[in-house]
T-cell receptor
Framework: DGGITQSPKYLFRKEGQNVTLSCEQN?????MYWYRQDPGQGLRLIYY???????QKGDIAEGYSVSREKKESFPLTVTSAQKNPTAFYLC????????????FGAGSRLTVL | DQQVKQNSPSLSVQEGRISILNCDYT??????FLWYKKYPAEGPTFLIS?????DKNEDGRFTVFLNKSAKHLSLHIVPSQPGDSAVYFC?????????????FGQGTILTVHP
């Protein structure tokens, strides 16, 4: 079955540590996205990538970094510069930049201790 | 600046009745609208969408209505079922190079009682 795999599902981090969230898709989608969800808020776009080796900042990119070395993979690093990293992180993909329907992974919950 | 707003944090309905979830937007560049359903600790799943050239789109028990002049859309679920209990997000896209970049509302928690 095609889909998006995010790992780990739960992650705990000490303050000052960087952490990388994995996102892999086997849907052959061109575009990939990272969103963040906080309680009582909608999903907010962190970074997105329309093609390999290219990515763009979303609305809340500060304190985050990404790479897109392969079409299937779009890892997100939460750096120590992110002031409030505790959140639910969602990775998504779409067929191409002309497609509005995103397919989401199951998410990763990051908790900073 | 909240460009997409869902002003009702929660909605409770009886099984078999109609559920109506509402969404307002402010950005007149939005031309495509979607509804997603989300269960706890899972990713959202796509439910139904509508282009700004239409004012209604149906898919089984789900119908989305778009009122462009009022910048308002709504999702109707008829009849509601207990399995529909979830968080519902509306989302909007501005088209052009913004395809795939969705702006989401805060979500509405729907509870359908047996």
């Amino acid at each position: 079955d095609g889909g998006i795999t995010q790992s780990p599902k739960y992650l705990f981090r000490k303050e000052g540590q960087n952490v990388t969230l994995s996102c892999e898709q086997n849907l052959n989608h061109d575009a990939m996205y990272w969103y963040r969800q906080d309680p009582g808020q909608g999903l907010r776009l962190i970074y997105y990538s329309q093609i390999v080796n290219d990515f763009q900042k979303g609305d809340i990119a500060e304190g985050y970094s990404v790479s897109r070395e392969k079409k299937e993979s779009f890892p997100l690093t939460v750096t120590s510069a992110q002031k409030n990293p505790t959140a639910f992180y969602l990775c998504a993909s779409s067929m191409n930049t002309g497609a509005n329907v995103l397919t989401f992974g199951a998410g990763s919950r990051l908790t900073v201790l | 600046d909240q460009q997409v707003k869902q002003n009702s944090p929660s909605l409770s309905v009886q099984e078999g009745r109609i559920s109506i979830l509402n969404c307002d937007y402010t950005n007149s560049m939005f031309d495509y609208f979607l509804w997603y359903k989300k269960y706890p600790a899972e990713g959202p799943t796509f439910l139904i969408s509508i282009s700004s050239i239409k004012d209604k789109n149906e898919d089984g028990r789900f119908t989305v209505f778009l009122n462009k002049s009022a910048k308002h859309l709504s999702l109707h679920i008829v009849p509601s079922q207990p399995g529909d209990s979830a968080v519902y997000f509306c989302a909007a896209s501005a088209g052009g190079t913004s395809y795939g970049k969705l702006t989401f509302g805060q979500g509405t928690i729907l509870t359908v009682h047996p």
